[in-house]
């Protein structure tokens, strides 16, 4: 019979409990930790749960090959904590829908348009599971071509856009 070990299946290539972020001339992240391991290029990746944004970062390299991972936005600081949030955002392209303000009808596929912080949108829901909750007031809609919108808050929305929202979810 054989033992499992409560190791980790592999190790870290950077030291999350010492890195130093900063972003290079060319926009680039970049990493170093106590040992002196830089990289440059780094990206961050968002894991789940996905409603849970500050917790489970994975840094990756343009490889795609993890580096590490930091469990806890709230522990980083200073510069490291500014360029990571930074660098999230601008990789996270998602409009927020104030309003809803039209649907083609309540069968897939079907048009939407709505009113987002970046102004109005159209846009085409292929299938009812592209609406998803993520905890107990978000709402997020995937389009037919993989943009995400974000619902922060249904309660918040008009009568008409609350309708369409309970028709899916």
């Not at 070990?5 to 010492?18: N, R, T």
């Not at 996270?92 to 309540?106: D, H, K």
Request: hydrophobic share 40%; glycine share 6%; net charge negative.
């Amino acid at each position: 019979m054989s033992q499992h070990s409560a190791e980790p299946i592999h190790e870290s290539i950077l030291d999350c409990g010492s890195l130093a972020l900063s972003i290079d001339s060319l926009g680039r992240l970049c990493g170093e930790d106590a040992a002196g391991r830089r990289i440059t290029g780094i990206i961050p990746l968002r894991l789940f749960p996905l409603s849970d944004p500050d917790h489970w970062i994975s840094l990756v390299d343009h490889e795609q090959r993890e580096l590490c991972v930091i469990p806890d936005l709230a522990a980083l600081r200073g510069e490291t904590a500014t360029c990571l949030r930074q660098e999230l955002a601008r990789r996270e392209f998602v409009p927020l829908v104030t309003r809803i303000t039209w649907v083609s009808g309540n069968s897939e596929p079907c048009e939407w348009k709505v009113e987002t912080d970046r102004g109005p949108a159209e846009f085409i829901l292929q299938h009812e599971h592209d609406i998803r909750r993520l905890g107990k007031k978000s709402i997020l809609i995937i389009d037919a071509h993989g943009i995400r919108y974000l619902i922060p808050d249904e309660k918040q929305m008009d009568a008409y856009s609350r309708r369409i929202i309970d028709w899916y979810v």
